[in-house]
T-cell receptor
Framework: ETGVTQTPRHLVMGMTNKKSLKCEQH?????MYWYKQSAKKPLELMFV???????ENNSVPSRFSPECPNSSHLFLHLHTLQPEDSALYLC????????????FGPGTRLTVL | SQQGEEDPQALSIQEGENATMNCSYK?????LQWYRQNSGRGLVHLIL?????REKHSGRLRVTLDTSKKSSSLLITASRAADTASYFC????????????FGKGTKLTVNP
């Protein structure tokens, strides 16, 4: 275990549903990340929170909405998704700073019907 | 194209053999990191090499960095079936913050 947990591990939703992904880290880190991993594509950085402020938003569609209420928790709120949003969504945390490794959760496998 | 590209895309070897994976990148970096991912799981950090370092070791892993060629290699010696996984390089760009840019990865299969 890496100290980063994600729930749920699997999620199937229709295009009109609203759901949320949750990430929690127990490592005392102050930066958290959401990544999207699709087949045959590089890992895509979606959002970065550093010291609870969003510092990166990689042109992600507004149907994905992140929330970071404190340094230990990160959410990704989903609404009116498209089938092409089906992917593995990975959360990671680190100490803020460029020389620090990132610790990843196990991911949520999302399927949009 | 993306910042980091691993080569080969897939590699199949026998247990006991060495495995070498390469990563090329395009822009100046602060550091380069290698991660491993077992099928359908999260990534696990293996090793970080800074831009002013040329070689680093960790157990059976050896990483080299050539900033003049903008490339890195990961060598796994005496491979085991448990090393079967995908391996990714990630670059921390110079002038950047906490952002890492990942490649598509090399899928390594170690046959018993």
């Amino acid at each position: 275990e890496t100290g980063v947990t994600q729930t749920p591990r699997h999620l199937v939703m229709g295009m009109t549903n609203k759901k949320s992904l949750k990430c929690e880290q127990h490592l005392g880190h102050n930066a958290m990340y959401w990544y999207k991993q699709s087949a045959k594509k590089p890992l895509e950085l979606m959002f970065v929170y550093s010291l609870e402020e969003r510092v990166e938003n990689n042109s992600v569609p507004s149907r994905f909405s992140p929330e970071c209420p404190n340094s230990s928790h990160l959410f990704l709120h989903l609404h009116t998704l498209q089938p092409e949003d089906s992917a593995l969504y990975l959360c990671a945390s680190s100490q803020a700073g460029i020389y620090n490794e990132q610790f990843f959760g196990p991911g949520t496998r999302l399927t949009v019907l | 194209s993306q910042q980091g590209e691993e080569d080969p895309q897939a590699l199949s070897i026998q247990e006991g053999e060495n495995a070498t994976m390469n990563c090329s990148y395009k822009t100046s970096i602060n550091n380069l990191q290698w991660y491993r991912q077992n099928s359908g799981r999260g990534l696990v950090h293996l090793i970080l090499i800074r831009s002013n370092e040329r070689e680093k070791h960790s157990g059976r892993l050896r990483v080299t960095l050539d900033t003049s060629k903008k490339s890195s290699s990961l060598l796994i010696t005496a491979s085991r079936a448990a090393d079967t996984a995908s391996y990714f390089c990630a670059t921390a760009l110079r002038g950047g913050s906490e952002k890492l840019v990942f490649g598509k990865g090399t899928k390594l299969t170690v046959n018993p």
